[in-house]
């Protein structure tokens, strides 16, 4: 079946870094672009960016911008997200999410199908 | 950048209820929305695209409706798997979510 797996909750000191993977199965990896999306605690969704896992190209969120690193390896149809310079505001759950598209009346709309089942990120010195 | 405001941010009703959430757009977004529901500690799951079209496999109580700024998500009889989080998303320049709007029970 088509699913999203996620690696494991990490706990970080403000200033370092982190990288979420996302590995994908079922599907064709590099068919859909892959999201990122956020959730503080207690707070509602935010969308942080994507890549499109066949060309390797990304579209970030203005506020993360500088800060936010997507990658990808098709070898392992694992896509990653890396933040830096972690501040404690950094601290939520983290969701990978798969793209998908329909096309109704010659125009291509646009959604979030399949997610992974979140990643915990805490920062806290 | 396109702000979604949703209202309202939580509201009580009972099994069988007809709910409606409403989300608008700080500018036109065509019909380039999506409807989303989340659980607590589960992932969001995508229930309505293109503002009415319903996903596969999402009950028929759901359904969507709206066009350039505003949108409405309706449930047309309210059952106990239904009390979650609702969100908006639009896609039309970027990508931004509804603050989001909870159902509890009444």
């Known amino acids: 079946q088509v699913q999203l797996v996620q690696s494991g909750a990490e706990v970080k000191k403000p200033g370092a870094s982190v990288k979420v993977s996302c590995k994908a199965s079922g599907y064709t990896f590099t068919g859909y672009y892959m999201h990122w999306v956020r959730q503080a605690p207690g707070q509602g969704l935010e969308w942080m960016g994507w890549?499109?896992?066949?060309?390797?190209?990304?579209n970030y969120a203005q506020k993360f911008q500088g800060r936010v690193t997507m990658t990808r390896d098709t070898s392992i149809s694992t896509a990653y997200m890396e933040l830096s310079r972690l501040r404690s505001d950094d601290t939520a759950v983290y969701y990978c999410?798969?793209?998908?598209?329909?096309?109704?009346?010659?125009?291509?709309?646009?959604?979030?199908?399949?997610w992974g089942q979140g990643t915990t990120v805490t920062v806290s010195s | 950048a396109i702000q979604m405001t949703q209202s309202p941010s939580s509201l009580s009703a009972s099994v069988g209820d007809r709910v409606t959430i409403t989300c608008r757009a700080s500018?036109?977004?065509?019909?380039?929305l999506g409807w989303y529901q989340q659980k607590p500690g589960k992932a969001p799951k995508l229930l309505i695209y293109?503002?009415?079209s319903l996903q596969s496999g999402v009950p028929s109580r759901f359904s969507g409706s709206g066009s350039g700024t505003d949108f409405t998500l309706t449930i047309s009889s309210l059952q106990p798997e239904d009390f979650a989080t609702y969100y908006c998303?639009?896609?039309?320049?970027?990508?931004?979510f509804g603050q989001g709007t909870k159902v509890e029970i009444k």
């Open positions: 998303l639009q896609d039309y320049n970027s990508w931004t």
């Open positions: 293109a503002a009415s």
């Open positions: 890549i499109n896992p066949n060309s390797g190209g990304t």
């Open positions: 999410a798969r793209r998908c598209q329909w096309e109704l009346n010659g125009y291509y709309y646009y959604g979030m199908d399949v």
């Open positions: 500018q036109g977004i065509r019909n380039d």
